[in-house]
């Protein structure tokens, strides 16, 4: 593991500010230009003024990752979502009563700026994960109906909401399929069983994705477009568990092993792009949590049968990264010595390892030199359009 431990401005550091105290929903943009979280903050020493939660900024392609305050008239609610857009604004949804308004936020110097841009009205209303383009939607629940509306939220014609098709039920979660922001998989809820179903965003139609078992609940939490990997949990098996399956395969959703750890919560954060029609080669980065708090980080290939455990940066903020083509794994990090951090990780040593042992041992972090600004990502290998088949039981194992 390396780390590269950069601080952020001076200026957002200086005596009497309000001081950081917790970061919650960070969330990087699709092309990993920035990033966006609810920061809270308490008072300076002696201060009474200037605590609360407000939306926070963060910059990550330039050479050193700096995070900028975006405080509004008043703290923000607990219940409030920011997205990061590739323009450097940050895109906000806040509860209002019944409705639930949507603004773009951008620092204008010492002040925040923020342009109305609409409202949705729903029992439910989600800022989903950002898009592959640039583009933003929302998901916006409809209890009389029983039916979940997609929304576009940014980038629409007349720059307020549009609606682009409604699916079947309450509708959670949210995962991009490809990377034209076509494909959006989301967790379905009808009659007591929630199922993962594809919607295409340009047709309007939804088909069935995952059908692990016809009484299980089977919820999709990451895919990697380029190798159509998918990762998922599901109590198919009798009870959750984490499996994963290929995009467009006729190949059952497996159950590792390596990947029930008896105590231990894992939790999908990214996966290592570029590997094109190569799922088991892709390596995966997974939060370990235990109970009390402790948290490391496991990298996995489907093509293995054992975790490779890393440490994880001090104050990770929550199952958060990033991992873009031809770069390494990036895992952002707060603390009092490092107020806007990114920790580089290597994907272990090439698939298959001859003479592989079982087991993994952490390696010691050592310090890198401030990141050169990233270069203009190459362009991969042409990918063949991914179908949608729902993937059926698996064995528990393999």
Do not use: N
């Not at 008896?262 to 996966?271: D, E, I, K, N, S």
Request: proline fraction near 12%; aromatic fraction near 4%; glycine fraction near 12%.
């Amino acid at each position: 593991m390396t780390v590269s431990a950069v601080g952020a401005m001076s200026a957002l550091r200086t005596a009497g500010a309000p001081r950081t105290v917790r970061r919650s929903g960070f969330t990087v943009a699709a092309d990993g230009s920035y990033a966006a979280c609810l920061a809270e903050t308490v008072p300076p020493a002696g201060g009474s003024a200037g605590g609360g939660l407000l939306a926070e900024r963060w910059t990550l392609a330039g050479p050193e990752p700096y995070a900028v305050p975006l405080p509004g008239p008043q703290p923000e609610e607990p219940g409030t979502q920011v997205l990061p857009l590739t323009d450097g604004r940050v895109l906000i949804r806040r509860r209002v009563a019944d409705r639930h308004d949507l603004a773009l936020l951008y620092p204008t110097g010492p002040d925040t700026g923020e342009l109305p841009v609409g409202s949705l009205v729903g029992a439910d209303v989600r800022l989903l994960p950002p898009a592959p383009g640039g583009a933003a939607y929302a998901l916006a629940y409809d209890e009389d109906g029983d039916r979940t509306g997609v929304w576009r939220v940014h980038r629409t014609s007349e720059g307020v909401p549009e609606p682009v098709m409604a699916v079947p039920g309450r509708c959670t979660g949210g995962v991009w399929l490809d990377r034209a922001g076509r494909l959006l998989a989301v967790d379905s809820e009808q009659d007591g069983r929630t199922k993962a179903v594809a919607a295409d965003l340009h047709t309007g139609r939804t088909s069935p994705l995952l059908e692990i078992t016809e009484d299980s609940d089977d919820r999709l939490l990451l895919a990697e477009p380029d190798s159509g990997l998918l990762l998922l949990r599901s109590d198919a098996t009798g009870e959750a568990r984490l499996g994963w399956g290929v995009l467009g395969s006729r190949r059952p959703v497996r159950f590792p092993d390596a990947l029930r750890v008896p105590g231990v919560l894992l939790t999908p954060v990214a996966a290592q792009p570029g590997q094109i029609l190569m799922p088991e080669a892709s390596v995966v980065a997974l939060r370990a949590e235990v109970p009390g708090g402790a948290e490391s980080l496991a990298l996995w290939r489907p093509g293995e049968r054992r975790l490779h455990w890393r440490a994880s940066p001090p104050g990770w903020l929550g199952a958060a990264g990033m991992w873009l083509p031809g770069d390494e794994l990036r895992l952002p990090y707060a603390d009092e010595q490092c107020p806007a951090g990114l920790a580089a990780y290597e994907p272990p040593a090439g698939w298959p390892e001859p003479g592989g042992s079982a087991g993994g041992a952490g390696v010691v972090a050592r310090a890198l030199p401030a990141l050169p600004a990233r270069p203009a990502l190459p362009a991969l290998p042409a990918r063949r359009e991914w179908c949608v088949l729902p993937l059926q039981q698996a064995p528990l194992a393999g």
